[in-house]
């Protein structure tokens, strides 16, 4: 099983081969609280980008290690991705740019990243 996500204009499309998650974490941290975004965690090997490599940017900031990937179309951040401090590549996708997924159904686990 699979699932969609994209940006707000839909230049950036991706899949992930997995289930809709049924878990977010919502972090405080400086750029997530802004964004509200609600993150769900896949290895590399799990996720496409389907559309839209041309139209991404990076902003990278703190420790840089977090590659946080925005639409330059509209300014969405759909996904980041970086590595885990194992050294595993992971994606962080933000469901909220899953259209399939009932953000009310989630359970939220709240990450005190603003602390770090």
């Not at 991705?81 to 159904?105: F, S």
């Amino acid at each position: 099983m699979s699932f969609q996500g994209s940006c707000h204009c839909g230049a950036v499309t991706f899949t992930v081969d997995a289930e809709l998650p049924e878990k977010a974490l919502s972090c405080n941290c400086s750029i997530c609280r802004r964004k509200g975004s609600l993150l769900a965690f896949f290895p590399v090997d799990a996720f496409t980008l389907n559309s839209g490599q041309d139209r991404l940017t990076t902003y990278l900031f703190n420790s840089r290690q977090i590659h946080h990937q925005f639409c330059q179309v509209c300014g969405s951040e759909a996904f980041a991705h970086a590595k885990t401090p194992d050294g595993n590549e992971m994606y962080a996708i933000n469901l909220r740019c899953v259209p399939d997924l009932d953000l009310d159904k989630l359970q939220i686990r709240h990450h005190d990243g603003a602390s770090l």
